[in-house]
């Protein structure tokens, strides 16, 4: 009796790689939209920091009050707290985020009552995928964010 090949199919090999191949185009973007989000996130971080500063700014500048910025490191958040009264603000920091003193201690963003930061100096902010430095300038509380 002679054999019968049937060549309407696909060998389990043929299937495998096929599958494999799948398998590899379909985690290749997953993974890079997981990379974009966590930057987006570093960025969201970032703008709203910077925006934060600019409110303790203006909170010291228009009630008159010493406020101070801190960083706490143990619980990844920061606060905005005005000199006599209750934290004006406070919100987390994403993982991963790390605020290190360079030339200035993170503890030591102070705006005086009329606005002015007490002491200049440079912060570094670590990020998962890149360092930036926070520099407070000399003078009027102007300060500025850029990767390092």
Do not use: C
Request: overall charge negative; glycine content about 4%.
């Amino acid at each position: 009796m002679a054999a019968v090949l049937n060549e309407k199919g696909h060998t389990m090999v043929e299937m495998l790689i096929v599958l494999g191949m799948l398998v590899i185009f379909t985690a290749w973007p997953i993974h890079s939209l997981y990379t974009f989000y966590q930057e987006k996130e570093i960025q969201r971080f970032l703008y709203t920091l910077e925006e934060d500063l600019l409110f303790a700014q203006q909170y010291a500048y228009s009630h008159e009050e010493v406020t101070h910025f801190l960083f706490d490191s143990n619980s990844q958040s920061y606060h905005i707290k005005p000199f006599h009264s209750p934290a004006a603000a406070s919100k987390k920091m994403p993982p991963g985020v790390y605020i290190e003193s360079a030339s200035l201690k993170e503890s030591d963003i102070v705006f005086t009552a009329a606005g002015n930061i007490r002491r200049p100096g440079t912060l570094t902010i670590d990020t998962p995928n890149r360092r930036y430095k926070l520099v407070f300038l000399l003078g009027s509380g102007r300060f500025y964010i850029e990767p390092i």
